[in-house]
């Protein structure tokens, strides 16, 4: 091997850059600190690249899939043949014109819906049929675009009534459960306040409340996947951006809904909180990418919903 080092102007060498030094530097013995330290690095970094691989592994299984799912409503058919895939820690959106099926695919993912044909699995697991029926393997919530709160019913026992109803938990330990809910979506002390009392908005985070609230001597019911189901609709720009931020804090924050599927309208909630969008025209997916590519692809269902236009492929009824 040469060794190489540089000579200074004055002539001499530099003795910090011999070669003899530098192999001092990188003996290292059983006791050394130069292997303590290394041994420290090398652990460091096998654990990061671990825990980054473990990560990629997750997210490239798929933890929602729908195959060859079709639904009819009398003579419309809804679904045709629609083949679906999320993947753990996937953020998506399912955009296109109204009636096109969106959320009936999420009434679909969720076990409220029977497909007329077709497979669901469920992190591996094919569904049979409803989730009422045998519990899925990973928890699944939804959020109604209504918020589907009950007007009789306190904030408090909305957000908790399946706690209340089904749980062996104690009065107390709901009440807390829920509290905790409730200062997750920004609305902490309104427990005692009735839907009636709450803005459009409240009303929306109050259900986000509803759907990540679980009993924690079931594990398996914390939901690891949310669905929601236009969010936004109704609300202003401003309600609608504390949603939007909303969306992304839960999957950043909550103990678990690490994954969500949203269906929406809206131009900005589809550019803040989706990492993947798909596109669904006469109950077929027509077009997948993520947010940039949105306005850089030339696919003319994608072209026309975005700019608004009444010419192009998408025929309104009526």
């Given at each position: ?9 004055n ?5 910090d ?17 130069n ?6 690095f090398?652990m ?6 671990v825990?980054r ?7 490239k299984?798929p933890l929602?899939e ?9 003579s ?7 083949d ?11 955009i ?10 999420l009434?679909?993912?969720a ?5 007329d ?12 049929g ?7 393997p990973?928890?699944?919530g939804?959020?109604?675009?209504q918020a589907?709160?009950?007007?009789s ?39 005692d ?11 929306k ?9 679980a009993?924690?001597?079931q594990p ?6 949310l ?5 936004t609709a109704g609300l ?11 969306i ?10 690490g994954?969500?599927v949203?269906v929406t ?14 596109f669904m025209?006469?109950?077929k ?13 030339e ?5 026309q ?14």
């Amino acid at each position: 091997m040469i060794h190489r080092y540089e000579v200074p102007e004055n002539g001499k060498k530099d003795l910090d850059h011999r070669p003899e030094k530098e192999n001092e530097d990188k003996k290292v013995g059983p006791h050394s600190p130069n292997r303590r330290t290394h041994a420290k690095f090398v652990m460091s970094l096998s654990d990061g690249l671990v825990r980054r691989v473990l990560k990629e592994s997750a997210m490239k299984k798929p933890l929602i899939e729908l195959k060859g799912v079709s639904k009819r409503f009398g003579s419309n058919t809804v679904l045709d043949n629609l083949d679906l895939t999320i993947y753990r820690g996937e953020a998506v959106a399912i955009i296109g014109p109204s009636g096109t099926g969106k959320s009936t695919i999420l009434r679909i993912i969720a076990g409220l819906l029977l497909p007329d044909q077709g497979e669901i699995y469920i992190d591996g697991q094919r569904r049979k049929g409803l989730v009422e029926d045998a519990p899925d393997p990973v928890g699944i919530g939804m959020v109604f675009q209504q918020a589907a709160l009950f007007d009789s019913l306190t904030v408090d026992e909305n957000v908790g009534f399946f706690l209340y109803e089904h749980s062996k938990l104690r009065s107390r330990k709901i009440r807390e459960l829920v509290d905790n809910s409730l200062e997750q979506v920004g609305l902490p002390g309104i427990g005692d306040r009735y839907p009636a009392e709450l803005s459009g908005g409240m009303r929306k985070r109050v259900s986000f409340a509803r759907a990540i609230i679980a009993d924690p001597e079931q594990p398996s019911g914390m939901p690891e996947v949310l669905l929601y189901d236009e969010p936004t609709a109704g609300l202003d720009p401003i309600a609608s951006t504390v949603i939007e931020d909303l969306i992304r804090d839960i999957q950043g924050y909550a103990s678990s809904c690490g994954t969500y599927v949203i269906v929406t309208h809206q131009d900005s909630t589809i550019r803040r909180t989706a990492d993947r969008i798909i596109f669904m025209y006469q109950g077929k997916a027509h077009w997948e990418g993520s947010v940039e590519e949105i306005d850089t692809t030339e696919h003319p269902l994608v072209r026309q919903f975005f700019s608004g236009s009444v010419d192009g492929p998408i025929q309104m009824a009526g």
